[in-house]
């Protein structure tokens, strides 16, 4: 039996490299059990490979681009099983059909897109959901995020941020890594500190006026609003500190546009 363990989140370049290792030598998913270095250590008498220390193979395997952006981000998911699916998929892929990710019904199929498509709409969340609050360090204008996803997509969406505020300065924490940009370089860091994070700044009391002045009491769907924003989220949006209070006296918000409106209609 091989033990691999993976160290770093959420693990797909190590993973990739191991798993080429694991296929030259044509070693079948049941033979490989994998692990990350938190698992590891609660297995005092374990023996393991790391990842990093496997060499690169001599094999050179043809694997459809689909096949691995799709194992991508499934290894993004917090999933403890995300490393022995992509495995299974990957040997099945490259030693039973090559099409296989093409069968709707496979069981290995249905999971590994059930974990791929919840990272796409964790990360899509990052960008819709994610508040920037300003600081000043060293002299100049920085906006600091702290966003807590449900998976490892952070990386997935810096792409989105760096062209979108390409010329401001930002960092965006997460509970298990930050991203900071200076308009030039993108560094990560691994468990940041996110006590830097400002309560409020400046610009947050006109967000929050332009958000209670577009609200629209004659219009109000809870369910659908906490469909499409979780109240897990509302902690770190400021905006989300107004909509209890607006949704209580909707009613009587309603009814007033309705009266304002008749007193126009009647020339009033």
Not at 25 to 42: A, F, G, L
Not at 101 to 130: G, P, Q, W
């Amino acid at each position: 039996m091989k033990k691999v363990t993976i160290s770093s989140v959420p693990g797909y370049d190590e993973w990739r490299k191991a798993s080429r290792e694991c296929l030259a030598q044509h070693i079948p998913p049941e033979n490989v059990t994998w692990q990350t270095s938190q698992s590891n250590q609660d297995d005092l008498f374990a023996v393991t490979d790391s990842a990093n220390a496997i060499g690169e193979s001599q094999t050179n395997f043809r694997i459809p681009r689909s096949v691995l952006t799709l194992l991508k981000y499934a290894l993004c998911h917090q999933a403890p099983d995300r490393f022995a699916l992509c495995y299974r998929v990957l040997w099945r892929v490259v030693f039973e059909n090559r099409n296989l990710i093409h069968l709707k019904t496979d069981e290995d199929v249905l999971r590994l897109n059930v974990l791929a498509k919840a990272v796409k709409r964790d990360a899509y969340k990052i960008s819709a959901f994610l508040r920037f609050r300003e600081v000043v360090l060293d002299g100049q204008e920085h906006f600091i995020a702290w966003y807590e996803p449900e998976h490892f997509s952070l990386e997935l969406k810096l792409d989105f941020f760096r062209t979108r505020f390409k010329n401001m300065c930002w960092s965006i924490l997460t509970p298990y890594r930050a991203a900071h940009w200076n308009t030039k370089t993108l560094v990560l860091e691994d468990n940041p500190d996110p006590s830097i994070i400002p309560n409020d700044d400046r610009i947050e009391k006109y967000w929050l006026t332009y958000y209670a002045n577009i609200f629209n009491p004659a219009r109000v769907k809870t369910k659908a609003m906490l469909s499409s924003m979780p109240k897990k989220y509302w902690k770190n949006m400021p905006e989300t500190s107004l909509i209890n209070d607006m949704i209580r006296h909707s009613d009587a918000r309603a009814r007033k546009m309705i009266l304002n409106g008749k007193k126009v209609e009647n020339g009033e």
